[in-house]
């Protein structure tokens, strides 16, 4: 009888697991986006600027081996392909870049080879592993697509995400115009439960964190995100009030 009730009870936890997908949702960063009044008032009077793009590296020109990697190499072209699409006028970057390296300055407007550029869009910083965690794992009804309550496990689920970082100076002022950081989170529309791998098990029974699964982003989600993020930062420059 014992035997009998046990194998209804595991079929009964089969078929509604069965009903049930199982999702990993990290909690979002805010984007953070700063448009001065001046950069503002330059974009209304002039909607196609002159610019030109700058890069974590100082030292880099287009044909560099400084760059740090060539998904950067490929990330700053496609960034500027998009600022073309947007209808800006982008400088030789390798040009200007050398021009400013060589000026020994950070006084943009003091720099002649910057005569004709009305804005430096400079790449602060590109961070492809930052982190996400979460104790949370959400059933969602393979019928109705309707999330249900969410359970709290002692697996730790972890992953990375991205964040890109850019920053908005107007060169006859030298003013630090525009202040853009944008994030993507794994699997914005949710981490699919069986897709994450045991990295660690916790010897001690009593621990909160039973174990830490991890789930490896594709490289190519990773750069796709950043070409978008270029979209927002021209669709942030746009926002005049």
Do not use: W
């Not at 448009?35 to 100082?58: A, C, F, G, I």
């Not at 965690?133 to 249900?148: A, L």
């Amino acid at each position: 009888m014992i035997k009998k009730f046990f194998c209804v009870l595991t079929l009964v936890s089969i078929l509604v697991s069965c009903r049930s997908t199982y999702k990993i949702f990290y909690p979002s960063y805010d984007d953070e986006k700063i448009t001065k009044t001046s950069l503002k008032q330059l974009l209304k009077l002039n909607p196609s600027p002159s610019v030109v793009l700058r890069v974590p590296n100082t030292n880099d020109n287009a044909t560099s081996n400084s760059v740090r990697s060539q998904e950067d190499r490929v990330f700053y072209s496609s960034v500027e392909k998009e600022l073309l699409k947007a209808g800006l006028n982008v400088r030789d970057r390798g040009l200007i870049n050398t021009s400013i390296v060589n000026a020994q300055s950070t006084d943009y407007s003091k720099i002649p080879a910057l005569m004709n550029t009305d804005l430096i869009i400079e790449i602060v910083d590109i961070n492809r592993a930052v982190p996400y965690s979460t104790h949370e794992v959400t059933p969602i009804d393979r019928k109705t697509g309707v999330e249900k309550n969410k359970v709290i496990e002692p697996i730790l689920y972890q992953s990375n995400g991205a964040f890109v970082e850019y920053k908005v100076v107007l060169v006859k002022t030298n003013e630090v115009a525009g202040l853009y950081k944008f994030y993507y989170k794994p699997c914005p529309t949710g981490c699919l439960l069986q897709e994450f791998k045991v990295v660690k098990k916790s010897e001690k029974k009593t621990s909160r964190v039973g174990e830490i699964r991890e789930y490896v982003v594709i490289a190519s989600k990773v750069e796709n995100f950043l070409n978008a993020s270029v979209k927002d930062l021209v669709a942030a420059l746009r926002e005049i009030e």
